[in-house]
């Protein structure tokens, strides 16, 4: 059981982290909880990152080569649509969110899920912004433990990338052809 003092403290803790959370929120729900859990949780995932490449005593680069930032956007941007909006990974975010309907070429409209912490995490799940975050932490750790295996996926996924911008030129051509 704690003190007065700490009572006291923690009742000014939380009526101030309320009066925050109702200024900030301007009359609508915000899940700012959630997006602070969200935040420590990556937090803790990249500094197990950091601890790994650590341990595995490989040297940082001084810099980033200019192909590898490439890669790692490329294929970084492919991964993250892949998780938070293709159809085939839909079985992940159900549990954390509502199918609303398409949303373009073989991808989904999604809307995350209210209450317990399914909200946070149907947001971070249907939003590419969102996993490609977590998508550069986790390339950039696979090139520093792993870094053949990791640029040949790289290399799949920026291959995967193009195939696709091809296939939507092509559809567009078509579309225009045959009106």
């Known amino acids: 059981m704690g003190t007065a003092a700490e009572s006291g ?4 803790l939380h009526g101030f982290l309320r009066g925050t959370k109702q200024a900030y929120s301007a009359g609508h729900e915000r899940p700012l909880g959630g997006y602070l859990t ?6 803790a995932y990249t500094a197990a990152w950091a601890t790994a490449v650590r341990l595995s005593g490989r040297r940082l680069p001084e810099r980033p080569a200019p192909a590898d930032l490439a890669l790692t956007a490329v294929s970084a941007f492919r991964l993250s649509r892949l998780l938070s ?4 990974t839909s079985p992940l975010r ?10 373009g070429p073989a991808e989904l409209h ?24 977590w998508m550069v932490s986790t390339l950039t750790a696979g090139q520093l433990l792993w870094p053949r295996a990791t640029r040949t996926a ?7 990338t193009g195939a696709d911008a091809l296939q939507l030129t092509w559809s567009a051509l078509v579309d225009r052809t045959t009106r």
């Open 110 to 133: 999604e809307e995350a899920r209210t209450g317990g912490g399914r909200d946070t995490v149907g947001e971070l799940m249907t939003c590419p912004f969102c996993t490609g975050v």
């Open 9 to 12: 403290l923690a009742g000014r």
């Open 154 to 160: 790289m290399g799949a996924l920026t291959a995967l």
């Open 94 to 103: 159900a549990p954390f969110t509502r199918y609303v309907g398409p949303q």
């Open 85 to 88: 909006k293709a159809a085939v």
């Open 38 to 43: 969200a935040m420590a949780g990556f937090g």
